[in-house]
């Protein structure tokens, strides 16, 4: 195997760079530092459980506390009220998952459903009528704007979820085969009306890694890389979409979820408090309530005193822990495929949307550190016409049923060592990195008939640098 | 009170011992020259004899349990929970093995290499436990939601296995917390004379009736049985993988020095740091008694003492063994004082440092919750400065790691 290896570097070497040894390639192609995602509070990723898990170095005392309460409180199962730990309580009547961790298992990415029912750990069907360009989707008569396939006991849920997969095949120009797996979703089992004419999106959870340097970005520094009409003429456009931010009554830019169809982490948090789990917060205060059912009659978890279940003690210290979590530094990185793979990533134009440089904004008052910081997300948070098939056809906020926002690449060959699987993209559809790329259309299809025109050894290689990140 | 003389006897000793080391550096004598090598032996022949330990005195929990189970009474079931917390102290020490890409948690090994991953079934943490029994309501009825109430589940070990971490993180069906609150019951602090819930000095009583004359007694006591051996086996796995000639110990001799000090110092930095200082010590304080790590029993006070035990056994190189012996070899500190004093010293007076804040912890002569109850994230007090100071020895770990030539994550 060693042997092989140097045999492929020696025709590497002879084919591309006659003159240069291994040592002064690397020299060359490696910049220093490029391991590092979030500049200095990277962290390396040592086990696979807390390679996601792991929070910034330097964090003040309290801080630390804060993010290990975090931490416990994002691990462990919610109960339904009432029950003795009344920190914990709340749960429903309606929800997908018990904890945050059922769908970002060990902070990392859920799994999508399978043709066999197996339980699907992070998956579920977003709702609706339409959309407003103010408000959002319409909610879907008496499901919502979420489909929860779980409940407490006494309650019915709203629906399962089954799914069937057509199998595409296509063919690289050197031949080579591929298979790709389109999904189909059907709500079976209804249990509060029809659920005809619907429009649906399905979801898996993604890692929870670098989501408070997302946070700390300043609006205009994704704006930077927004090119609406597409002016410099690339085929490129990206566009930010504008949401509806709770807490400041007005529509403010959206950073996260598939569309970027939330303004902050916290309401990001607070959304999944409500819409995964049924637990209300100040943010989202009214329980996520069944058609039919009189919640005012059920138990809720406010304790004594609190009129949600989420208390705004708890909302602090999620928040710092998720805030606070890092991004492992990059594996391999001083490979020669790797670097080799890093360049095709940029002449492929693929750092186009997935844009390796920003500086974090300087007023994140909720964890200093992460003001001013470079990081290497991977992504520039707009929205991208991805092609019709990987859409959609859900509208939500600015965001067309071909659009989607650009995911941020850093922890992703990662994934594989935390979750035991591979599965990507909006729905988990693609099966690995390669089969994700391929699903690329839209403003991608040049870019990934680009990728498709490369040589097998160079497609490895592209796909062994996105494994390194 | 829960921790008991022999504990007592053993924890004096080891300060005796910790001690004797700060004296012998303070004088200035020189120190014998180890190896990092020496180190991993040591490491190796402590964690080996430490899972002997646990396994031997799960065993003589497990007689114990079966004695109970085959006749419940006061007197079978007050021995079957002083047989658990006495084979608990040797787990305890144990979890600083963790996180060390060891047979326990790395689920990457191959069955040859010592694969056993069985962590989240042995220990996981906290306990849903109305999803293995009936649980109290807030108006002092139960509730029973559990697999023991729910005749349609047969219970055998196969099938908690499967259950298991079962899509959500929580439905905790097994391990020691399982035997625990089979034991024990919920801990409602219950005041029977003003009928108030802030008597932190009671820990959980489940009656003996609940295994004779109570509803799904058969079934609770066939589920009892089922986890009961289930911990025993899997302790035996770990026993035997890491004797000399196991799989895993053999796994760990190969491997280079660098990795195995990585594996070892990322273990002890991380359950330091993360596990114990953040996720079981803070979280308990921030949000209350359910977030204690044996809330049933109230033996939190001495998981703390066999974690914080557990790390500094690798940190002074010494382990003391369930039969009285000690086990030592070349210690984390003389090895860092060798290649950097600076780090070494400020590695060994965080160390003693952790254990003075264990020994005021436990000096108090109060139950986990009751000290937790006294104290908020910014109020100060004993749980708050034991958990600081595995903090700032985590960070000592960590700098430790760079003298000696590798890097590790401990977080914040």
Redo the contacts between chains.
């Keep these: 195997m060693k042997y092989f290896y140097y045999i492929l570097i020696f025709i590497f070497f002879s084919c591309n760079s006659n003159e240069l040894s291994e040592e002064e390639y690397i020299d060359i192609k490696y910049e220093l530092g490029e391991e590092n995602l979030v500049s200095n509070l990277s962290i390396e990723a040592f086990t696979a459980e807390k390679a996601f898990g792991t929070s910034i170095p330097g964090l003040i005392s309290l801080e630390s506390a804060f993010f290990g309460v975090g931490n416990a409180m994002f691990e462990q199962s919610w109960v339904s009220a009432p029950a003795t730990t009344t920190s914990r309580d709340g749960l429903g009547p309606i929800f997908n998952a018990r904890a945050c961790a059922s769908c970002h298992s060990n902070d990392g990415r859920g799994k999508p459903i399978l043709e066999n029912n197996a339980s699907s750990q992070g998956f579920l069907i977003r709702l609706s009528t339409g959309n407003s360009p103010i408000n959002g989707p319409i909610d879907f008569p008496n499901y919502g704007g979420q489909l929860q396939d779980n409940s407490n006991l006494g309650i019915a849920k709203e629906a399962s979820i089954n799914v069937s997969f057509e199998t595409i095949t296509g063919t690289y120009p050197d031949g080579e085969t591929y298979e790709l797996r389109k999904p189909t979703y059907t709500i079976v089992d209804t249990n509060y009306g029809s659920i005809s004419n619907v429009k649906q999106s399905a979801r898996v959870g993604t890692q929870v890694i670098g989501m408070g340097f997302v946070d700390a970005l300043s609006e205009a520094s994704i704006l930077a890389n927004q090119d609406i009409n597409d002016l410099d003429g690339d085929g490129i456009s990206g566009k930010a979409n504008y949401v509806w931010n709770v807490k400041e009554n007005k529509t403010t830019i959206g950073k996260f979820g598939w569309k970027a169809n939330q303004p902050t982490l916290e309401q990001q948090i607070a959304g999944a408090f409500s819409g995964d789990m049924g637990l209300t917060s100040s943010i989202f205060p009214d329980e996520n309530c069944p058609d039919g059912v009189d919640c005012s009659k059920l138990n809720n978890g406010n304790n004594v005193g609190e009129t949600v279940e989420v208390t705004d003690t708890q909302m602090s210290r999620i928040m710092v822990y998720q805030a606070a979590i890092s991004v492992p530094k990059r594996r391999d990185y001083k490979t020669p495929d790797v670097l080799e793979g890093k360049q095709l990533f940029k002449d492929l134009a693929c750092v186009t949307c997935h844009v390796n440089n920003f500086t974090t904004g300087n007023d994140y008052s909720l964890l200093k550190q992460l003001e001013n910081i470079t990081i290497k997300p991977y992504s520039d948070f707009l929205l991208h016409d991805m092609g019709d098939e990987l859409a959609d056809n859900r509208a939500d906020f600015l965001a067309n049923g071909n659009e989607w926002r650009t995911q941020p690449l850093w922890g992703l060959g990662l994934i594989k060592e935390v979750n035991n699987h591979t599965f990507l993209l909006h729905d988990g559809r693609a099966r690995n990195i390669e089969e994700a790329v391929l699903w690329h259309g839209g403003e991608a299809e040049n870019a990934k008939n680009n990728f498709k025109n490369l040589s097998k050894e160079k497609r490895e290689q592209l796909l062994k640098f996105l494994n390194s990140l | 009170m829960n921790f008991n003389f022999t504990k007592l006897a053993l924890l004096l000793l080891v300060s005796i011992f910790t001690v004797s080391c700060s004296n012998n550096d303070d004088v200035d004598t020189p120190l014998d020259t180890v190896s990092k090598t020496d180190f991993i032996e040591n490491y190796a022949k402590i964690a080996s004899a430490n899972y002997a330990d646990t396994y031997n005195t799960a065993v003589t929990m497990q007689t114990k349990i079966n004695a109970f189970i085959a006749d419940p009474s006061e007197i079978t079931l007050a021995d079957a929970r002083a047989a658990w917390l006495y084979a608990r102290d040797f787990y305890g020490q144990t979890e600083a093995y963790r ?1 060390a ?1 060891g047979a326990i ?4 090994l191959t069955p040859a290499e010592g694969l056993l991953a069985t962590e989240g079934q042995i220990n996981a943490w ?1 306990l ?1 436990e ?1 999803f293995i029994d009936y ?5 002092g009825g139960t509730v029973q ?1 559990g697999l023991i109430g729910d005749t349609s589940f047969t219970i055998t070990a196969d099938n908690l296995i499967n259950k298991n971490e ?6 905790i069906a097994t391990g020691w917390h399982a035997i625990e609150f089979l034991l024990w019951g ?1 801990d ?1 602090n219950y005041d029977p004379i003003n009928h108030t819930t802030d008597n932190y000095a009671v820990s959980g009583d489940r009656p003996f009736t609940d295994y004779t004359t109570a509803d799904f007694a058969d079934r609770r006591a066939t589920y009892l049985q089922v986890v009961t051996d289930l911990l025993v086996n899997d302790l035996n796995d770990l026993n035997n993988t890491w004797k000399v000639g196991g799989t895993y110990r053999t796994t760990f001799e190969a491997l280079s020095e660098e990795v195995a000090l ?1 594996n070892i110092l ?1 273990g002890i930095g ?1 359950i330091s ?2 596990e114990v ?3 079981r ?3 308990a ?4 008694q ?2 204690e790590h044996s809330c049933f029993s109230d033996n939190t006070n001495q998981d703390m003492w066999a974690n914080v035990h557990g790390i500094n056994n690798i940190i002074i190189g010494s382990y003391t063994t369930e039969s009285g012996t000690t086990i030592s070899g070349a210690s984390l500190i003389t090895l860092v004082k060798q290649n950097n004093t600076t780090f070494g010293t400020t590695l060994e007076t965080k160390a003693s440092a952790t254990i003075s804040k264990l020994n005021n912890l436990l000096g108090l002569g109060k139950n986990f919750d009751e000290i937790i109850n006294e104290e908020n ?2 109020s100060g007090g004993p749980a708050n400065d034991l ?2 100071a595995l ?1 700032e020895q985590s960070h000592a770990i960590s700098d430790a790691a760079t003298t000696l030539g590798v ?3 401990v ?2």
Excluded: C, R
């Design positions: 996180e890409k948690d790395n689920d990457k906290p849903d109305g649980v109290f309501n807030t108006t939601n079962d899509i959500d993180a929580d439905d919920q409602l990585k990322n991380f740091n993360g200082a953040q996720e010590i803070y979280a304080i921030d949000e209350g359910e977030n994230l910014t958990a600081l903090v890097s590790i994550t977080g914040g």
